[in-house]
Nanobody, 116 residues
Framework: QVQLVESGGGLVNPGGSLRLSCVASGFNVSENGVAWYRQTPGDERRMIAGISSVGDVVRYADSVKGRFSISRDNATNTVYLQMNNVNADDTAVYYC?????????WGQGTQVTVSS
């Protein structure tokens, strides 16, 4: 059974840092691409970072490029999103996503709120 479980969200000050985790089960993150999306009320879910299964190719949305970093730990089957220098526009629910055997899977989401 494929499952994605996010954690690490919370309240962070502008300019601060936060690291989100996505623990996968039912497939290996070393063999499957994983992405992070985020969504604010009234808006669609948008991809902000992704890491490929081959060659660790990463890509980022322009809005987070240079501030966020995606990585994975194959030993713990976890994908991370390191968020640095956050601002109010980063406030959202963050979701982990993977497509395994053509079926899309989402985590339950973790709330990130940037506020002083």
């Amino acid at each position: 059974q494929v499952q994605l479980v996010e954690s690490g969200g919370g309240l962070v000050n502008p300019g601060g840092s936060l690291r989100l985790s996505c623990v996968a089960s039912g497939f290996n993150v070393s063999e499957n691409g994983v992405a992070w999306y985020r969504q604010t009320p009234g808006d669609e879910r948008r991809m902000i970072a992704g890491i490929s299964s081959v060659g660790d190719v990463v890509r980022y949305a322009d809005s987070v490029k240079g501030r966020f970093s995606i990585s994975r730990d194959n030993a713990t089957n976890t994908v991370y999103l390191q968020m640095n220098n956050v601002n109010a526009d980063d406030t959202a629910v963050y979701y982990c996503f993977a497509r395994y055997l053509i079926i899309p899977y989402w985590g339950q989401g973790t709330q990130v709120t940037v506020s002083s």
